[in-house]
């Protein structure tokens, strides 16, 4: 009871992670957004403005006006001609000589008185970081204010210096010790700076003015008025148009500030309802996979990711939810578990996701004829190939449901969008990658697919490789088996493929000691030199050794499934029977002669019990009549559930019945009689 209820626990918390998370991803808006692209047809009923709204300029032309308005105002510069004053000033009061003094006068009007009857040879000094620009010729004009009016005159900047150089040509000039003592004293440094600087100020101004002609409308499309009509050509000035419509909608919105939670509610009503019909579904029709609590991960797991993907898709591509390839879904859980299932789970994903979807009837649409095609085209998944073929019916049903559908709403071949066919298409082929997808939801949840299967069956793989080298005679055994138990399989719907891979690898264990098995002896039987204790542990540690050498191959749990239940927790009988006849007077413990298990729990692994059991001994009897061949299958089975050995399988006494006549009749056809023919005699020469 505790245990069933853990389990319930776990399954409500999976559905509440999911749900929460689909949740929290929906799109929270409380009006249909609008799906349109520069160059396509408009495939709404005409477009009616609502109110008055303004016309802007769009986004990418705001930007390039306001960045050619930064680069034309950088430039501006005020002129400062109090700093030669000052200097001037400085200079006087210094107790520098006359003629030192005059010198040092000559050198500071050079630079920072102006020439106003050549105004292309003014000369200035700036700061250094903008004498680099000058010199890497990226200013070659300043504007400046020069008489203190609204109006600016472009200037050169071929005659500019710096402070750094001024102070240069006044080291230059006076090199002797007196000059240098008195220049120290005078703290030039701090006196000679830059009389053009930028007027940041004015610059400012001038930018705020300049901003607000870009910001502000340039048109209005009065209440009433048509903004585009059904089936017209989105142009560039109606997809801008298009756009302050959107703003619009969204400060209208603002204000009317929509009543949110109810929203919210509803999107809540929606997934719980979408989530727990499929939570229904597989408790109903498939309580098998309802149960294992690592199947129903598997299924959420799968349905949120693509709801993951195909939310970042229309977020950040138009019509980007057609690249998503939802058809792996029904792929992956048709190949894992059955079509149904796989269409269920299918259906309530397109669903949910046609949340994002500008025309959801159009998105489910499409969408489902894509995945029926995957899913009837994929009958059964063995080879890489088939994901190949199955892209090209993906893609064909994809275009077909897209351009069927377009007639019948436009009625125009000319409103069918090139770029979505292409979408269609690497929609499909992204679909055939679901092969990898395959190879790491068998390496995370421990499935195992036809395809993989169809590789392990290959007995050019290295460990069947070793098997037939080491223990021919083992086998042929397993090969035997294999056709004998897949047979069975077949007839009673069991999985075919995986039984006769895990026949193939049922007994790998015996590659260790491959003499001990009466299979591969040519010679003295190394158990003469054992006592039946010794033999019998031999005999039963191929299950160990097995399950090491499967793991150092890294073979799927299902198969080796097949190597610790072939024998299950049945007895080595030969020994157990021959110690207990040594002993006749002693209490046999039987634990030391008992396989250790688990008993078959599937009907595979019993069909394999089965099998493995009935072709041992068929070839030790003396005449292999069909009376002595349905004797002896009847015995050893009949025998294996008198001991219990298939209590924990699902499989059934119907199911036991068939099994027997395969058996009987795949035995009958190795072992028949061939005819006899006469020896032929050449008549003699007379």
């Known amino acids: 009871m505790k245990l069933f209820s853990k389990y319930r626990i776990i399954r409500l918390l999976i559905f509440l992670i999911s749900a929460g998370a689909i949740i929290y991803l929906l799109p929270r808006d409380s009006y249909e957004k609008l799906s349109y692209q520069e160059g396509e047809v408009w495939r709404y009923d005409d477009l009616i403005a609502p109110t008055d709204i303004t016309i802007y300029h769009d986004s990418a032309t705001v930007a390039q006006k306001m960045d050619s308005i930064n680069k034309e105002f950088s430039n501006y510069y005020s002129y400062n001609e109090q700093i030669f004053r000052t200097l001037d000033s400085t200079l006087t009061k210094s107790n520098a000589s006359y003629g030192l003094q005059a010198e040092l006068r000559s050198i500071f009007r050079d630079f920072y008185t102006l020439n106003t009857n050549n105004r292309n040879v003014i000369k200035g000094v700036v700061s250094d970081s ?4 000058i010199t890497a ?3 070659p004009y300043i504007k400046v204010n020069l008489q203190n009016t609204n109006s600016h005159e472009l200037i050169s900047t071929s005659e500019f210096t710096s402070p750094l150089l001024i102070i240069k040509r006044i080291n230059d000039t006076f090199p002797d010790s007196t000059s240098q003592s008195v220049i120290t004293q005078l703290n030039l440094p701090t006196l000679i700076i830059p009389n053009f600087t930028q007027d940041k100020e004015q610059i400012q101004k001038l930018l705020e003015r300049e901003y607000a002609t870009v910001t502000c409308g340039i048109g209005l499309i009065s209440k009433g008025e048509i903004i585009i009509k059904n089936g017209e050509i989105v142009t560039a000035q109606k997809a801008r148009i298009l756009k302050d419509y959107e703003i619009t909608l969204e400060r209208e919105r603002q204000k009317a500030q929509p009543p949110v939670m109810l929203i919210l509610i509803g999107q809540i009503l929606y997934v719980v309802i979408l989530l727990a019909s499929l939570y229904m579904y597989l408790s109903l029709f498939n309580r098998s996979m309802f149960d294992r609590l690592k199947t129903l991960l598997f299924i959420m797991t799968f349905i949120i990711g693509f709801f993951v993907v195909a939310y970042f898709a229309s977020e950040f591509i138009f019509n980007g939810l057609y690249l998503v390839p939802f058809v792996i879904i029904p792929i992956l859980i048709k190949v894992f578990f059955d079509a149904r299932v796989a ?3 299918f259906i309530i994903e397109l669903l949910l996701c046609a949340q994002f979807a500008t025309h959801a009837f159009d998105f489910i649409f499409i969408e489902l004829c894509g995945g029926l095609a995957a899913m009837f085209s994929l009958k059964e998944l063995s080879r890489r190939s ?8 993906v893609a064909i049903a994809y275009c077909l449901a897209y351009i069927s559908y377009t007639l019948l709403i436009e009625g125009s071949l000319s409103a069918i969008s090139i770029k979505l066919i292409g ?3 690497a929609n499909a082929l992204m679909s055939s990658f679901a092969y990898i997808l395959l190879f790491f939801v068998e390496k995370i949840f421990g499935y195992i697919s036809n395809v993989t299967l169809v590789e392990l069956s290959d007995i050019n793989n290295p460990l069947l490789r070793k098997l037939s080298e080491e223990c021919p005679g083992t086998f042929q055994h397993s090969m035997a088996v294999s056709n004998l138990a897949s047979d069975a399989a077949r007839r009673i719907g069991a999985n075919e493929l995986l039984i006769r891979a895990g026949a193939l690898y049922h007994d790998i264990g015996k590659i260790d000691n491959p003499a001990f098995f009466t299979e591969n002896q040519r010679g003295a039987n190394p158990h003469n030199a054992l006592d039946q204790l010794q033999s019998a542990q031999i005999i039963i540690g191929h299950i160990t050794d097995g399950l090491r050498r499967a793991d150092k191959a890294k073979l799927p749990a299902v198969i080796k499934d097949f190597i610790t239940e072939h024998h299950g927790a049945g007895k080595a009988k030969y020994f157990y029977l021959t110690y207990c006849k040594e002993h006749p007077d002693d209490e ?12 078959p729990r599937s009907k595979e692994t019993s069909i394999l019990m089965m099998a493995d059991t009935v072709e041992a001994a068929s070839r030790s009897l003396p005449e292999h009549t069909q009376e002595a061949i349905t004797e ?11 001991d219990g050995l298939h209590n924990d399988s699902p499989i ?3 199911d036991i019945r068939v099994i027997k006549e395969a058996f009987i009749e795949r035995l009958a056809t190795m072992y028949h009689s061939r005819i006899s023919y006469p020896d032929e005699k050449r008549p003699q020469n007379d």
Do not use: E, R, W
């Not at 046999?588 to 008993?599: E, H, I, R």
């Not at 002896?632 to 008198?642: E, S």
């Open 386 to 393: 088939q994901l190949l073929q199955s892209a090209l019916f």
């Open 632 to 642: 002896l299958v009847n015995k050893l089975i009949d025998g294996q559930i008198a």
């Open 343 to 345: 269409l269920f789970c």
């Open 652 to 654: 059934s006494f119907k």
């Open 137 to 139: 010729k990226k200013l």
């Open 423 to 425: 979408f269609f298409i």
């Open 588 to 599: 046999v413990d039987p634990t030391p002669f008992t396989y250790p298990g688990p008993n």
């Open 130 to 133: 903008v004498y680099q620009l």
